[in-house]
């Protein structure tokens, strides 16, 4: 189990340190150019195959704990953090990962967002917020309660977007970039959290070190949301002014 389970890290590492450059070139470069595009698509499905191998290694947790992570010697601290917080994390970023490529896909065709495992990852990601945040509480690591709120507003942000039959104009770009910015804040976290557990086990699951990538993800978005919004001013005063 030991060796498989290193495997499953090194291509992990592999497919998330990709994910995590690749993430860059889009966010602060010009957008809706061939760049972008070319980038982002990297960037989104190097962090799908990362995700999904973070689902394998947390499997690997739940089913032999001390056998995985020989080094700390706690089972059920390494089930909760390792095996169902990883698992709940691995969801939560395929799920933004796959919901910002459809949102980009989908952009002509709205009802498409509805369909499939768009749709389908909604509750699956609900059940594992659940999971995750029962957890916390049973073994009191409250930080897996915090953090399953992030798996209660996508899902419920995602499907008020994905159920709303006339969303306004761009409001698709909007999603897009809170999806794709926060598939890079969950595995910015995974990576610097987790890592630090082998590095600084005493800091790894301090609040402030899990809150980094998330305040700087949420600047990023806001930012953009207000550079979308003010990309739509022109086109309102327009028909404001408009003759009738």
């Known amino acids: 189990m030991l060796t498989l389970f290193h495997t499953l890290v090194a291509i992990h590492i592999v497919f998330g340190a990709v994910g995590l450059v690749a ?106 917020a659940f999971a995750c945040a029962i957890e916390g509480v049973l073994i009191g690591q409250y930080l897996m309660v915090g953090m399953s709120i992030i798996g209660f507003a996508t899902a419920g942000t995602n499907l008020f977007f994905m159920l709303n039959p006339s969303p306004g104009p761009k409001v698709y770009l909007m999603e897009h970039v809170k999806a794709t910015v926060g598939a890079g804040i969950s595995v910015y976290t995974a990576f610097s959290a987790f890592g630090a557990v082998r590095l600084m086990p005493s800091i790894a699951l301090h609040p402030g070190l899990w ?34």
């Not at 949102?103 to 990601?125: D, V």
């Not at 806001?222 to 005063?237: A, G, N, T």
């Open 23 to 128: 993430f860059w070139i889009p966010v602060l470069g010009k957008k809706g150019n061939r760049n972008h595009r070319l980038w982002g698509k990297v960037f989104a499905r190097t962090i799908l195959a990362a995700g999904f191998v973070a689902l394998l290694l947390s499997i690997c947790t739940l089913i032999d704990p001390l056998g995985t992570h020989p080094h700390l010697k706690d089972p059920v601290f390494v089930r909760g953090i390792f095996g169902i917080m990883m698992f709940y994390l691995a969801i939560l970023t395929i799920n933004l990962a796959w919901y910002g490529l459809e949102t980009i896909k989908n952009k002509a065709n709205h009802e498409a967002n509805r369909r499939g495992l768009n749709l389908a990852l909604q509750p699956i990601l609900v059940a594992a």
């Open 211 to 244: 809150a980094i990538p998330l305040v700087t993800g949420l600047a990023i978005i806001l930012y953009h949301h207000r550079q979308i919004r003010l990309s739509l001013r022109p086109r309102v005063s327009q028909s404001v002014g408009a003759p009738s």
